[in-house]
Nanobody, 124 residues
Framework: QVQLVESGGGLVQAGGSLRLSCAAS????????MGWFRQAPGKEREFVAA????????YYADSVKGRFTISRDNAKDTVYLQMSSLKPEDTAVYYC?????????????????WGQGTQVTVSS
């Protein structure tokens, strides 16, 4: 069992930046691929980014590539999502997730553990 808790969400104006954090506890954090997903009102849950066990590999959705950066600090059992050049369409509840294989996958169903989500609202 892995417990994940997101933080850092809030209200930001378009063009601004925000940094989300996800703190993990339970099983060994470094042996999980970590991902970020988001869900806007009335929309399906959408993949945002994923990062490998060591942090050496990352993968991003086209919609955020070049604007968002995923990173992890295994010594702190924490994964981050640095969001820059934010747009109103980035408004969503953001979730962190963990999976016990080595696949940087985009499908939510393959992730085993989920946080409670943190709201990000980008005003125009």
């Amino acid at each position: 069992q892995v417990q994940l808790v997101e933080s850092g969400g809030g209200l930001v104006q378009a063009g601004g930046s925000l940094r989300l954090s996800c703190a993990a506890s339970g099983r060994t954090f470094s042996r999980y691929v970590m991902g970020w997903f988001r869900q806007a009102p009335g929309k399906e849950r959408e993949f945002v980014a994923a990062i490998s066990w060591s942090g050496d590999s990352t993968y991003y959705a086209d919609s955020v590539k070049g604007r968002f950066t995923i990173s992890r600090d295994n010594a702190k059992d924490t994964v981050y999502l640095q969001m820059s050049s934010l747009k109103p369409e980035d408004t969503a509840v953001y979730y962190c997730a963990a999976r016990g294989d080595r696949i940087l996958g985009v499908g939510a169903k393959r992730y085993d553990y989920w946080g409670q989500g943190t709201q990000v609202t980008v005003s125009s």
